[in-house]
T-cell receptor
């Protein structure tokens, strides 16, 4: 089946630790995105990538890092510099024309303990 | 800067009644508009989109949306609500003259359909 796979579904992190969230897609989409979802705030863009080995900061990139070494993969690292990392993280992908919809993974819920 | 407003945090409707979830937008160019639905602890599922053409767009699960350029609105509608429609709904907009990053989401509307 084609789609986007995020793992793990739930993740617990101790303060001061870095954690990496996985996002893999087999849709052959060029563009990939990471969003953060907090209650009542909708989705906020963290990073996006349009091609391999290239990515751009979104609205809330501080404390996060990404890589795009393969077209299929766009992992997100939440670093210890992110002061309030507890949230629901969503990965998405799309083909590049702007009139196309994005497809979303099932999300990773990160909790700092 | 582009923006999306969903003025209602919560909408309650009785099963079998029509439902409307409101969305207004602001972009400098031509808008590409999208509706998504989210069930608890899940990702977003695409419902429908407006790109150009007919102002009434039909989508998945019996949903439709009406694009109104003069009112800059893109309200989601369904003639007869089901309990299973209860979920969180997001409106999103892209500026047709913008870049790939510019997919802006509203804050979401929680729809509850009462049996």
């Amino acid at each position: 089946d084609g789609g986007i796979t995020q793992s793990p579904k739930y993740l617990f992190r101790k303060e001061g630790q870095n954690v990496t969230l996985s996002c893999e897609q087999n849709l052959n989409h060029d563009a990939m995105y990471w969003y953060r979802q907090d209650p009542g705030q909708g989705l906020r863009l963290i990073y996006y990538s349009q091609i391999v080995n290239d990515f751009q900061k979104g609205d809330i990139a501080e404390g996060y890092s990404v890589s795009r070494e393969k077209k299929e993969s766009f992992p997100l690292t939440v670093t210890s510099a992110q002061k309030n990392p507890t949230a629901f993280y969503l990965c998405a992908s799309s083909i590049l024309p702007l009139n196309t919809e994005a497809f979303f993974g099932q999300g990773t819920r990160l909790t700092v303990v | 800067a582009q923006s999306v407003a969903q003025p209602e945090d919560q909408v309650n409707v009785a099963e079998g009644n029509p439902l409307t979830v409101k969305c207004t937008y602001s972009v400098s160019g031509n808008p590409y508009l999208f509706w998504y639905v989210q069930y608890p602890n899940r990702g977003l599922q695409f419902l429908l989109k407006y790109i150009t053409g007919d102002n009434l767009v039909k989508g998945s699960y019996g949903f439709e949306a009406e694009f109104n350029k003069s009112q800059t609105s893109f309200h989601l509608k369904k003639p007869s609500a089901l309990v299973s429609d209860s979920a969180l709904y997001f409106c999103a907009v892209r500026d047709g003259g913008g870049s790939a990053r510019q997919l802006t989401f509203g804050s979401g509307t929680q729809l509850t359909v009462l049996p």
